[in-house]
């Protein structure tokens, strides 16, 4: 819940307090579940009205510039038709080095979803941290399967871009401070 929180409201702290909110409003409104969706999607959609309300809170409160993406289709063919991997990515190993660069690049994987425009942060979470169907992700958000599905390509692909990119200037980065040459 916090993970799809924060997708919305950008950071953590917030993401905890829309979380405890969803808590106290499912409370309340237990007696008023009509089982018309099943308790995950009523549980879920209380989450993100509650993180929709403090979005836009937030957004009054700090004034933050947009700016236009570049590259707005920059996922090449990394994925097919249906949004799926044309090719699974290596496997890193398990090294305490492989270890401590898995933990670094899965903190540029989630500063990039972070980065991304909201719906497009919801999806991916929704979808690729969560675990959630396409089914279930479009009726949460209120989406057809063809944007649902735009969405995650678009995601996928600008995440991919900053890994790319991180990866490359980690390339050639000296191995040690003084050291000439690039990593491996």
């Not at 425009?117 to 396409?134: A, C, F, N, Y």
Request: hydrophobic share 35%; net charge positive; aromatic share 8%.
């Amino acid at each position: 819940m916090i993970r799809v929180a924060r997708a919305y409201v950008g950071d953590s702290g917030a993401a905890e307090e829309v979380v405890q909110e969803t808590w106290l409003a499912v409370v309340k409104g237990l007696k008023k579940f009509k089982h018309r969706s099943s308790f995950k999607t009523w549980l879920f959609s209380i989450l993100t009205n509650q993180a929709k309300k403090r979005a836009a809170y937030r957004s009054k409160e700090l004034r933050i510039e947009g700016g236009s993406v570049e590259n707005e289709d920059a996922t090449g063919e990394l994925f097919d038709a249906s949004g799926e991997w044309r090719y699974m990515p290596p496997t890193w190993g398990s090294t305490p080095e492989t270890e401590l660069l898995a933990k670094e690049a899965a903190g540029h994987i989630y500063d990039a979803i972070a980065s991304l425009p909201v719906k497009q942060r919801i999806v991916i979470t929704l979808r690729d941290l969560e675990g959630w169907t396409s089914e279930e992700a479009c009726e949460l958000m209120g989406i057809t399967k063809t944007n649902q599905r735009v969405l995650l390509h678009l995601a996928r692909g600008k995440v991919q871009q900053k890994l790319d990119w991180y990866f490359t200037e980690r390339r050639k980065a000296p191995a040690h401070p003084g050291s000439e040459g690039s990593n491996p």
